[in-house]
C-alpha cells in the first residue's frame, strides 16, 4: 500500500486498464445456434510504453468492405467513438504499456479493420485491413503509429505497394 501512496499513476493505469478490460468484456455478443460456436478474431494489444506519446488512446474495429476503408478519413472514424454505427464491433482504450486482449464475433461479410486513434497520426499509418481475417491478430500500437507485428503467414494484414529503392 505504501508504493501506492507515493506513486499513484501506476495503480491509476492499472485500476484504468482493468475498466476498460471489464467494459470490453460487456459487450453484448450475439449468440450462436445451440452446438455451433461462432468464429472470432482476438487481438493481443501490446501497445510499447510510448505509445501515442505516453496517452491512452481510442482503438475501434469495424467489419467494412475494401472501398470503405480506403476512404475511410481520420475524422469519420473519430466521430465512431461516441456515435458507433452498425459496423463497429469493439471499441476500447489503450494504455500506454499495458497488455489486453480483445475478442470479437468474426464478421459474416467483409473485411475486419483496426483503427488507432492516435494524437499526431499522419498518412495511413494508423489504420489496419484484414480480408481474411485469422483468428488471433497481434497489434503493436507504437509512439504514433501500429508498427510491424509479427503474425502468423495467415494474419498478415494487407500489404502496402512499396517503392523502389534509388540506386
Known sequence: ???ARRNGAPLAVALAALLAAVL??????????????????????????????????????????????????YRTI?????????????????????KQRVTIDKPTKGATAVY??????????????????PASIRLS???????PASTSPSSKPKAKPKAKAKR
Open 141 to 147: 500500437p507504437a509512439d504514433d503509429a501500429l508498427a
Open 24 to 73: 470490453a468484456g460487456c459487450g453484448g455478443a450475439a449468440r450462436s445456434a445451440p452446438g455451433k460456436a461462432t468464429p472470432t478474431i482476438t487481438f493481443d494489444v501490446q501497445p510499447t510504453a510510448t505509445s501515442n506519446r505516453g496517452r491512452p488512446l481510442h482503438a475501434i474495429v469495424r467489419a467494412v468492405t475494401l472501398k470503405q476503408f480506403a476512404e475511410d478519413q
Open 1 to 3: 500500500m505504501s508504493v
Open 78 to 98: 473519430a466521430d465512431l467513438v461516441v456515435n458507433p454505427d452498425d459496423t463497429v464491433l469493439a471499441a476500447f482504450v489503450v494504455f500506454p504499456g499495458v
Open 116 to 133: 488507432f486513434l492516435f494524437t499526431g497520426a499522419t498518412g495511413t499509418s494508423w489504420k489496419q485491413l484484414y480480408e481474411s481475417p
